[in-house]
T-cell receptor
């Protein structure tokens, strides 16, 4: 149980284009999902908290107009990197929080974004 | 959330127990200790968590000192597939509303054949 998927697993795009990444909780409902970014040889950095049916909460320094988050259902959150540039190339990882027990988070496999 | 301190790297022989320490001397009474690991180019994997009692599951054991200022994650019989970066994180429980996980630099565990 508690499986989280991401799609796509990797994407290469041209500078200036927008890229959408999906995060799904496959066997549970998640009112809260989280989006992280990880640069090579660095740790995960939380970008934003995504709440179903409401606006996302962004961490300091993360541009909300550049990283659009939509959490339209209890099993799906999307992250859209708008007008991507090479410096946005990174490993993007989502997690979903169980609404039972101690609310531990389960992570997706990540999406490798490369912007040319 | 309280900060944690972990050694940057450790080696362990295959088949032996891997003991990963974590210091969290500023932990508050309502903060849990969580352990995750991240295998290269994958998302983090939840391992175990605890508040003050020792915990055990199918993956690992978590030993928390009585003063809760440090803990040890034990992988009883390490295999090559356990090679990963292990993160020790402390955070308040869900009842206190803060759900964020703040990742430090973790410990890079290498299992040696």
């Amino acid at each position: 149980g508690a499986v989280v998927s991401q799609h796509p697993s990797w994407v290469i795009c041209k500078s200036g284009t927008s890229v959408k990444i999906e995060c799904r909780s496959l066997d549970f409902q998640a009112t809260t999902m989280f989006w992280y970014r990880q640069f090579p040889k660095q740790s995960l950095m939380l970008m934003a908290t995504s709440n179903e049916g409401s606006k996302a909460t962004y961490e300091q320094g993360v541009e909300k107009d550049k990283f659009l988050i939509n959490h339209a259902s209890l099993t799906l959150s999307t992250l859209t990197v708008t007008s991507a540039h090479p410096e946005d190339s990174s490993f993007y990882i989502c997690s979903a929080r169980l609404t039972s027990g101690d609310n531990e988070q389960f992570f997706g496999p990540g999406t490798r974004l490369t912007v040319l | 959330d309280a900060k944690t301190t972990q050694p940057p790297s450790m080696d362990c022989a295959e088949g032996r127990a891997a003991n990963l320490p974590c210091n969290h001397s500023t932990i508050s009474g309502n903060e849990y200790v969580y352990w995750y690991r991240q295998i290269h180019s994958q998302g983090p994997q939840y391992i175990i968590h605890g508040l003050k009692n020792n915990e055990t599951n199918e993956m690992a054991s978590l030993i928390i000192t009585e003063d809760r200022k440090s803990s040890t994650l034990i992988l009883p019989h390490a295999t090559l597939r356990d090679t990963a970066v292990y993160y020790c994180i402390v955070r308040v429980g869900a009842n206190f509303g803060n759900e964020k996980l703040t990742f430090g630099t973790g410990t890079r565990l290498t299992i040696i054949p």
